[in-house]
């Protein structure tokens, strides 16, 4: 083993991110079963009262942006480590991926494919497919 192998193996912060990682997937999964239970009483709700309470919403919105800040954190997008390390999230996720060096930026665009799926777009070569599916439906001589 080499000497960088063997030091990036025995580095405690890595060690320690990666059990915070461990803590955070538990605490995601019980997020999300939170989430299930609110758009179930939701859906109850409106079948009983005909409309959503709410006082519920802004709830379900914290909570998804809870979710949305861990799953950052486990995909190494962002060093920022979720509440309790933080404020929990108040409203909509205000996301910085695009201002600092090695995160993640989104470049892709979204078209549709025969106005019946949404589909995200990345790169030319894709696009070009695309292109190139919907020419040959509409031209009967492309086999």
């Not at 239970?37 to 409309?51: D, E, H, M, P, Y």
């Not at 025969?114 to 695309?130: G, L, P, S, Y």
């Amino acid at each position: 083993m080499d000497d960088k192998t063997k030091a990036t193996l025995t580095n405690l912060a890595t060690w320690k991110r990666g059990l915070f990682m461990v803590v955070f997937a538990i605490i995601s999964g019980v997020a999300k079963l939170i989430v299930t239970l609110v758009a179930v009483f939701q859906f109850v709700t409106v079948l009983f009262k005909g409309q959503v309470n709410e006082s519920v919403i802004p709830f379900g919105q914290n909570l998804s942006t809870y979710i949305y800040q861990i799953t950052l954190f486990l995909t190494f997008n962002t060093d920022d480590m979720p509440f309790p390390f933080m404020d929990f999230p108040d409203g909509a996720p205000k996301s910085n991926l695009n201002e600092g060096e090695g995160e993640y930026m989104a470049a892709s665009e979204t078209t549709t494919k025969n106005n019946e799926q949404v589909i995200n777009v990345a790169d030319e070569d894709i696009k070009n497919e695309t292109a190139a599916e919907n020419n040959s439906k509409d031209d009967p001589l492309t086999v």
